[in-house]
């Protein structure tokens, strides 16, 4: 072999090296498939993998908020989906996650999740009250929805172990479960609108019907901080929902873990944000994922330094 291929050679594989050491795998933790966060996620996943340099990034179905902590807590995904109320035990080692702390840092604040209390016309049920001896779901185990599922029965005057059946399905097996009539009612938080809810509300058969709940929510914020608020579901969000919806709210926020590079975190939200609309083309929930509500949406968790470089660089103070 010449001199001059043997030196073609050596670069090539010099350069292909390089190349491979530059590419980036990522992985976007979101929720179940009948959620918000994955078909958001998913948007995000192709927006970094086509738009930024040497990206490969996917997005992972998951039981929710509490299964996408523990998996940022032991680097086995880089970039979570949680509600701010299950981040808030995460990073401070309190609730499900006792003992053990996520060393976390907020990425970007995303939009609110609306928690809904779902049921059909003819189950004798009007407010929570009457959840008492019905079957009821709430939330999936791992998921965030469960931990505020559970504070909102508790403040409203109902024992989750003892007033009522309780179970503990996904989204997509609460809404089928309602329908088959195996359950009573589901809660379930997260973006309006939720193709789950929007699922049996389109079934023939059934009238939906959105349980009022709001009226604690000043003593949920006077004992777990203030990451809770009032908000609604407004009318005609759903087939058939004839009036506006009183609810819960939280925020739902991208947390990554604090070792990620400052370079790594300002390059995937410059790339988030100039491709926003991508993003919004598969959910308009992620249309909430804006500059300004980055100062008014609730994360309880530290800023990592890389976004507060990119939004600092637009105008935009965080802390």
Known sequence: M????????????????????????????????????????????????????????????????????????????????SMVDTAWEGLNGTGKFKDNKVAMRTLAVVHPLVMHVVTTEGRGIEKIADFKGKRVSTGSPGSGTEIMALRILEAHGINPEKDLTRERLSVVEAGNALKDRKIDAFMHAAGVPIPAVTDVAATPGHKIKLIDHASPVEALRKKYGPIYAAGKVPARSYPGQDKENQTINVWGVLFVHETMSEKLVYDILKTLFERHQDIVIAHREAANMTLENQTIGATAVPWHPGAVKYFADRGITVK
């Open 2 to 81: 010449n001199r001059i291929l043997v030196t073609a050679l050596a670069a090539f594989v010099l350069a292909t090296g390089a190349h491979a050491q530059q590419q980036v795998r990522l992985s976007i933790s979101t929720g179940g498939t009948g959620g918000v966060w994955y078909p958001m996620g998913g948007a995000m996943a192709n927006v970094l993998s086509k738009h930024m340099p040497n990206a490969a990034v996917t997005a992972e179905v998951t039981g929710g908020s509490v299964d996408n902590m523990k998996l940022l807590a032991t680097r086995r995904t880089e970039i979570a989906f």
